[in-house]
């Protein structure tokens, strides 16, 4: 088969899978919807090593390959084929989200058999997939609006997935609503980068870009902003990020996938796919950069102080996309990339572990009341550990060599670039230290009730689950926690999926090992031969210096983590009552939400009920309408001889006035 | 031939439904739907897209000492908005026929003039003609609202009638003057076809006052803010079938009125008046949002959100340029399409929630719903102009056309687009999420329901995957009614890679 036939199977897989579970489900009983979705899954990311094969095979030069299937819209100023571009990029980011989505269907297999959405569950998950393959893939400007808006809806129908639950549903639409933002930002984008260079075909705007703009031109500069607009909402960066927290109200497959390994990184793909722009828009690309750094500081901060164990990784995500955003953006590509896969491998690992420690907990996240589930939970704490040491930045897991990859090629552009990447390196410390805390908090010290009872030999059950959001009665007949739910260490098809991660988790950075192998670049060339960043002289003195202060910062984070809640406990009580305001700051996440409502959320609805409630009354009801209205009804009074009172009567009237005024008009004429 | 056919079969059937009595009325009436839906698809099939321009053309000199035609065609501009009407009108009669009315044979007698009139002013081509049909068109909503309405119908019928009557009038007015000022400046003989008018403009000045005739007719019907006061009781009192018609084509003929008439034969006033018809589109997309997030009634939502709809492709018209003239020809068909499902799903939502459609009455009902929660899920992720769906590629050419001409206004029209989204999920999510405080009835759609809404759902469905037949067939048309105002703006109606680097 050719490159092109299989770029589409991957495409048709995951969109046929959705489609059959969807028109199947009153139908399809027991695991067979699972086993539906994980093998269309696992069919497209073959598909993707089909086309990753005969995509190597052709010359280096022509691997930019596009094919379209029919005309979409063609207007005067616009074409718009349904076509894709498949190149080294496009495949690398098929094969992470094929692959990662294969593991996590294939968790979720378990993960989800007590619940009442099943098949619902599954085949939301396809259509996601399909939606973000359909994102990395699109040929030009239009499609890739299209993947990134239906990535965006697929995320809020998951989101919301328990739909009983009112955080549930609000956490959908204010993520809905600001990856709506960022879908704007993406279609105006386009439209500046269309007025720019005629065209949508990503190809030809990459190749007329250079001749239409010069370096910084304002319109292109501006067109890379509102793209940057999107790649921030999506990507959960400060200040479009406040919906990522609140996102991990859905069920914890969909945090492993969409809002850690694979959704969230679009904004980095977005970059990274654009870069012969914004490599133009230098101006956009450090306002990207600096956007970057700051996530990253804002987050890891936060990630210190929350309780609530899931949002500690999806504070970690939003920190460590912070570094991805900054690479793409200063123009460090390969590393950025090869982050942005190393650190799906090890967060899926944090989250699907993380699973299994909620469902030990039965729906509890808290990490307060967590504790002592080391020795009850030996596989889950095995793949904390691993996915830990990867994020912290240990050597020798992969995360240590892709955080290292970044800043390396940040320093080595010397210039204001080297406050990045002190930045990196303050994160690195702060990702240590609450990564640890995590772990520390959750396995460590006194077992808690639940890791007691798990140690009898059976799962513990609330009396009654309650939301912890909003403390309101759990609706557990239909969903999870269900009274049939699993812990993941104990199922099959969980600790499988989890092992391969721990697996790639480790040994992921063997793709990239500086002087040894560097598959990645040499792959992503196609892609980016053309960036004048290509290449940048690699310092190898500033390499080593790099992966010792690296490694360092990581072991000492583990070992500040180790001392204060471990070694000694209450050290964080004293810490906190110390530093007081800070710690104030980071428990209101930089008040971020309360400063979005005062601006935003508020001004709207009052606006809304505003024009409701007085402008409604007062102006159109009262000035517009009643004024003519009371008027005709007067002269309707004159001739009330006339009306019978019979509604038919009077229209009659109404009609042969008209005439009449026709007749008069025309004679006049 | 075909076109009169076209023309007068809703209202034929209406009527013969009404000879041959209450048993036979729904089957004929049902029967004359799906044939006018049938003769509309196999016009369309038939329009040869190659040649272009209109086809199938009747011209007969009709009213001969005023120089009034009776002309009908089909062209690019029409075609997609006469199947968007038959499809409505086949939908709302089936929606009809499966519940019960008082008075059966007239209310689909006037169903039928009420689809009669909407086609004959898409396929009018004189100015005249256009005229009656325009006003004829909302005689047998009169009616519809004042014997089968709800609640408030007397206010309702009173404020559509003024309002409506004030903007008919003057357009009417308007009309005559078009002709006879054509015919004596140019000293020629009364004739109101429009393709003649076209090559007899009129002085700057005398356009002005014109087009404004003719704009608040449109405006009125359309409604923009601020003239929509009519909107809430008329909408609050239709019959929801009656309604799926009234919202889904009626407002269709005032935009498409804008695009046939009002650009093409005042284009100096058309390019004068550009800023404030931008405006009015602006404000209409913004009000009207604001005003669908914050009601609580089901109906409304639509109703409002038609509003900020039509903003839209006012601001796609008023562009001047091709893409957005394009954008809102193909968003009126979107809309149309959409509303219909919408307004359907309202009622269904009612049936399960006792009759009320207060949102604040309903909640959790998707739980038993499944097909319900996907059909309504589809239709309000169109209508907020979801990426994928032809609602987006109609809004994409509109914000484009607006962006090419007048960008701030495409800049602020972008809130509309997140107000949107706001408004739509939180109905959305209001009626079918959240916990069954309520205690409505979880069932499915039953195929009664299923019925009238799932050809909307597929419609919606294969325009998503290829908007490009209505978009191929639009192009020149499009083109040619915004180039002459176009002009007088002093605006490139067509954006090109070479216009634009010319310019820089």
């Known amino acids: 088969m050719s490159l092109t036939t299989y770029s589409w199977l991957v495409l048709a897989f995951p969109l046929a899978g959705s489609i059959i579970l969807g028109l199947g489900h009153k139908v399809l009983k027991g695991k067979t919807a699972g086993a539906i979705g994980t093998s269309a899954i696992l069919l497209s990311f073959l598909s993707g090593l089909g086309a990753l094969r005969s995509l190597q095979s052709r010359p280096e030069e022509s691997r930019q390959v596009v094919s379209s299937l029919w005309t979409y819209a063609h207007t005067g100023g616009l074409d718009v084929q349904f076509s894709i571009l498949v190149d080294p990029l496009s495949l690398l980011m098929v094969l992470v989200v094929a692959g990662v989505s294969t593991l996590i269907h294939l968790y979720s297999v378990a993960y989800m058999a007590s619940d009442e959405g099943y098949v619902r569950f599954f085949a939301y998950l396809n259509f996601f997939v399909f939606s973000m393959l359909m994102l990395v893939l699109a040929g030009n400007l239009i499609l890739l609006a299209v993947g990134w808006g239906l990535v965006g809806a697929a995320s809020y129908l998951l989101i919301s997935f328990w739909y009983r639950r009112n955080t549930a549903t609000k956490a959908g639409i204010k993520a809905f609503v600001i990856n709506v933002v960022g879908d704007v930002g993406i279609v105006l984008g386009a439209i500046v980068i269309i007025q720019g260079t005629g065209a949508v075909d990503l190809l030809t705007v990459f190749a007329k870009a250079p001749q239409v703009w010069h370096t910084n031109d304002p319109q292109i500069v501006v067109g890379c902003l509102l793209l940057m607009v999107g790649a921030f909402a999506k990507s959960a960066q400060v200040p479009f990020h406040t919906w990522l927290p609140d996102a991990m109200e859905g069920p914890t497959p969909v945090s492993a996938l969409i809002h850690a390994a694979t959704m969230v990184t679009a904004g980095v793909y977005l970059i990274a796919r654009m870069h012969p722009i914004f490599q133009i828009a230098t101006t956009a690309s450090d306002v990207g950069a600096i956007g970057g750094a700051v996530t990253l500081l804002v987050a890891a901060t936060i990630g210190l102080v929350v309780t609530d164990l899931k949002r500690v990784i999806a504070y970690s995500t939003m920190s460590q996309i912070g570094y991805m955003i900054m690479a793409v953006s200063a123009g460090v590509y390969g590393a950025g990339l090869f982050h942005l896969m190393t650190h799906a491998f090890f967060k899926a690992l944090l989250f699907m572990a993380a699973g299994s420690v909620i469902g030990a907990m039965a729906g509890e996240q808290n990490l307060d009341r967590m504790g002592g589930f080391r020795k009850v939970m030996p596989i889950t704490y095995g793949c904390f550990i691993v996915g830990g040491l990867a994020l912290s930045g240990i050597p020798p897991f992969s995360g240590f060599f892709s955080k290292d990859d970044i800043l390396l090629g940040l320093g080595a552009q010397g210039g204001w670039y080297w406050a990045l990447y002190v930045a990196g390196y303050v994160g690195a410390l702060m990702t240590a230290i609450y990564t640890f805390r995590m772990i520390f908090r959750a396995f460590h010290g006194e077992p808690c009730e639940e890791a007691k009872s798990l140690a009898d030999g059976r799962l513990f059950h609330a009396a009654e689950h309650r939301n912890p959001g909003d403390g309101t009665l759990e609706d557990t007949g239909v969903g999870y926690p269900g009274a049939k739910h699993h812990i993941a260490e104990r199922s099959p098809s969980m600790s499988i999926s989890m092992g391969v991660l721990a697996i790639l988790a480790t040994i992921g950075g063997v793709i990239q090992l500086p002087k040894v192998t560097n598959t990645l670049d040499h792959f992503l060339d196609p892609t980016f031969s053309d960036s004048p960043k290509f290449g940048i002289g690699i310092d190898y003195n500033l390499m080593a210096i790099g992966m010792v202060i690296g490694a360092v910062f990581g072991l000492l984070g583990i070992y500040i983590a180790w001392v204060i809640w471990v070694k000694k406990p209450g050290t964080s009580a004293r810490i906190q009552a110390r530093f007081a305001l800070p710690y104030k700051l980071f428990s209101n996440k930089w008040y971020f939400d309360e400063i979005i409502a005062f601006l935003i959320v508020r001004p709207f609805a009052a606006a809304g009920r505003f024009f409701q409630r007085t402008v409604e009354r007062v102006v159109v009801d009262g000035a517009i309408t009643a004024g003519p209205v009371s008027i005709a009804r007067a002269s309707s009074a004159a001739v009330r001889s006339w009306q019978s009172g019979m509604l038919r009567a009077y229209a009659a009237a109404v009609i042969v006035g008209a005439a009449l005024v026709v007749l008069y008009l025309m004679l006049q004429a | ?504």
């Open chain 2, 1 to 504: 031939m075909e076109l009169t056919l076209l023309l007068f079969l809703p209202l034929a059937t209406g009527l013969l439904g009404g000879i041959l009595g209450n048993r036979l009325v729904k089957p004929v009436a049902v029967l004359g739907g799906l044939g006018t839906l049938g003769v509309a698809v196999g016009l369309a099939l038939n329009y040869d897209t190659a040649l272009g321009g209109s086809q199938f053309t009747v011209d007969k000199l009709w009213v001969k000492p005023l120089g009034i035609h009776w002309a009908l065609t089909i062209d690019g501009l029409n075609l997609a908005l006469v199947v968007l009407t038959a499809f409505v009108y086949a939908s709302v009669v089936v929606a009809c026929a499966l519940r019960e009315q008082e008075s059966p044979r007239l209310f689909y007698f006037h169903l039928g003039l009420g689809a009669s009139a909407v086609l004959g002013a898409f396929l009018a081509q004189d100015l005249i003609l256009f005229v009656l049909f325009f006003d004829l068109m909302l005689v047998p909503f009169y009616f519809l609202v004042g014997q089968w309405g709800t609640g408030d119908r007397v206010a309702a019928t009173t404020k559509m009638v003024i309002y409506t009557l004030a903007g008919s009038l003057l357009m009417l007015a308007a009309a005559v003057a078009t002709g006879a000022l054509a015919a004596s400046h140019h000293g020629r003989h009364l004739d109101f076809l429009i393709s003649n008018l076209e090559r007899l403009p009129l002085g700057k000045g005398t356009q002005q006052w014109i087009f404004l005739c003719f704009a608040a007719a449109f405006l009125v019907k359309m409604p923009a803010v601020p003239l929509h006061g009519w909107l809430k009781d008329a909408y609050k009192s239709m019959p929801l079938p009656v309604l799926a018609l009234f919202s889904g084509v009626l407002s269709k003929v005032a935009a498409y009125g804008f695009l046939k008439l009002a650009l093409p034969l005042f284009p100096d006033a058309a390019a004068s008046f550009q800023d404030l018809l931008l405006a009015i589109g602006v404000i209409s997309i913004l009000y009207g949002s604001a005003l669908a997030f914050t009601t609580n009634d089901a109906r409304l939502v639509v109703g409002y959100s038609s509003i900020a709809q039509l903003g839209f492709i006012l601001l796609g018209i008023f562009s001047l340029t091709s893409d957005g003239a394009q954008g809102a020809l193909l968003q009126m068909v979107n809309h149309g399409v959409v509303t219909v499902a919408l307004v359907m799903i309202v009622g269904v939502l009612a049936s399960r929630a006792k009759g009320s459609e207060d949102l604040g009455s309903m909640g959790g009902i998707a739980m038993g719903a499944p097909v319900l929660a996907v059909v309504f899920l589809i239709a309000a992720f169109a209508n907020l102009a979801m990426p994928a769906s032809a609602n987006f590629i109609g809004e994409f050419l509109i914000l484009k056309g607006v962006f090419d001409s007048v960008t701030v206004v495409a800049v602020i029209a972008c809130l509309g687009v997140a107000m949107a989204a706001v408004y739509m999920l939180r109905a959305y999510i209001r009626a079918m999420h959240g916990p069954d405080t309520n205690g409505v009835e979880q069932r499915d759609l039953s195929i009664r329901e299923a019925l009238p809404i799932l050809p909307a759902i597929a419609l919606i469905l294969a325009l998503a995957l290829s908007p490009q037949p209505l978009l191929k067939r639009s192009e020149g048309p499009a083109t040619a009614a915004v180039i002459p105002a176009a002009k007088a703006a002093n605006i490139d109606p067509i954006q090109t890679a070479t216009t634009a680097q010319a310019k820089r």
